[in-house]
């Protein structure tokens, strides 16, 4: 069983940053790959960035050269660093580990 619990979130400006936290229990974090998912009202959830264990990522077209997707093993936490921010990338942000996920954070970007 992991638990994770995102932070970070809150409502911000167009064009203004946000990081986000995931914060992981158990000691096997450092072996899985994590995603960032996020899902705005009346949407499908979507992929938004991925950290493979090795450190290696991919990245949704529409968050390529803004957000950016870390991990710190010794935390057990996962971060995304969301730059340039833009009233599409309003949603609930949720991070995925191991097939479990966590209770999601709100990101609400005004004009």
């Known amino acids: 069983q992991v638990q994770l619990v995102e932070s970070g979130g809150g409502l911000v400006q167009a064009g203004g940053s946000l990081r986000l936290s995931c914060a992981a229990s158990g000691s096997m974090f450092r072996i899985f790959v994590i995603d960032w998912y996020r899902q705005a009202p009346g949407k499908q959830r979507e992929l938004v960035a991925t950290?493979?264990?090795?450190?290696?990522?991919n990245y949704a077209d529409s968050v390529k050269g803004r957000f950016t997707i870390s991990r710190d093993n010794a935390k057990n936490t996962a971060y995304l660093q969301m730059n340039n921010l833009e009233i599409e990338d309003t949603a609930r942000y949720y991070c995925?580990?191991?097939?479990?996920w966590g209770q999601g954070t709100q990101v609400t970007v005004s004009s």
């Open positions: 950290i493979f264990s090795g450190g290696s990522t």
């Open positions: 995925q580990l191991g097939g479990f």
